[in-house]
Nanobody, 123 residues
Framework: QVRLVESGGGLVQAGDSLQLSCTAS????????MAWFRQVPGKEREYVAA????????DYEESVKDRFTISRDNAKNNVYLQMNSLKPEDTATYYC????????????????WGQGTQVTVSS
């Protein structure tokens, strides 16, 4: 059974940086594509970024492309989301998600999810 646990959320000011982490267990992490999504109450879960098994390929939603970086450390079973130049509109609960093969932005395509970590950006 795959278990994903996020950490690193918090309250920051606009323009600040924050790094989220997600630790995986119960899976061969080096053969598991990972992604980050976010959700605001009352809205659908939104794709943020994804990374391939080796980390050589990454994909970003347009609004975060120049500010966020997804990375992974397969030795530690961790995936990260470095968020720079944060904006109030980045405020959301952030979820890490995983699946066998890299590719796809739909939440339904990811069978494994963490419990989420809250990021709040004040103006």
């Amino acid at each position: 059974q795959v278990r994903l646990v996020e950490s690193g959320g918090g309250l920051v000011q606009a323009g600040d940086s924050l790094q989220l982490s997600c630790t995986a267990s119960g899976v061969t992490f080096s053969e598991y594509a990972m992604a980050w999504f976010r959700q605001v109450p009352g809205k659908e879960r939104e794709y943020v970024a994804a990374i391939s098994w080796t980390g050589k390929s990454a994909d970003y939603e347009e609004s975060v492309k120049d500010r966020f970086t997804i990375s992974r450390d397969n030795a530690k079973n961790n995936v990260y989301l470095q968020m720079n130049s944060l904006k109030p509109e980045d405020t959301a609960t952030y979820y890490c998600a995983g699946k066998r093969y890299y590719g796809g932005r739909m939440p339904g395509g990811y069978p494994s999810w963490g419990q989420g970590t809250q990021v709040t950006v004040s103006s």
